[in-house]
């Protein structure tokens, strides 16, 4: 059975930093794309970054987080981060990984019905 299990949110001042992980089980999440989403209230899901599998080595990020956020993955682990730096209150959002199929790459990344697998989502909150 898949799962992918994020961790790592929380609450933090403007201008602070947090980094989410997203353990896979069950699935080899090395040899897929890998994608990060946030959905705020009232918002739709919005893709925030991707990493191609490890084939490739390519990431992409979404305009307003670009600078601050990196994305990375650790194959020994099973596990992608998404570690974020200078966060502001727009950044606040529940935060959701995604996996794609076997050999992916991150074109159109932010479609969320590109992805097989989801997590359940780690909330972030970003308040002073």
């Known amino acids: 059975q898949v799962q992918l299990v994020e961790s790592g949110g929380g609450l933090v001042q403007p201008g602070g930093s947090l980094r989410l992980s997203c353990a896979g089980s069950?699935?080899?999440?090395?040899?897929?794309?890998v994608g990060w989403f946030r959905q705020a209230p009232g918002k739709e899901r919005e893709g925030v970054s991707c990493?191609?599998?490890?084939?490739?080595?390519?990431?992409l990020y979404r305009d307003s987080v670009k600078g601050r956020f990196t994305i990375s993955r650790d194959n020994a682990k099973n596990t992608v981060y998404l570690q974020m730096n200078s966060l502001k209150p727009e950044d606040t959002a529940v935060y959701y990984c995604a996996v794609r199929g076997p050999g992916s790459y991150c074109s159109g990344y932010g479609v969320p019905i590109s992805y097989d697998y989801w997590g359940q989502g780690t909330q972030v909150t970003v308040s002073s």
């Open positions: 990493i191609t599998s490890s084939m490739f080595g390519a990431t």
């Open positions: 069950g699935i080899a999440m090395d040899y897929r794309a």
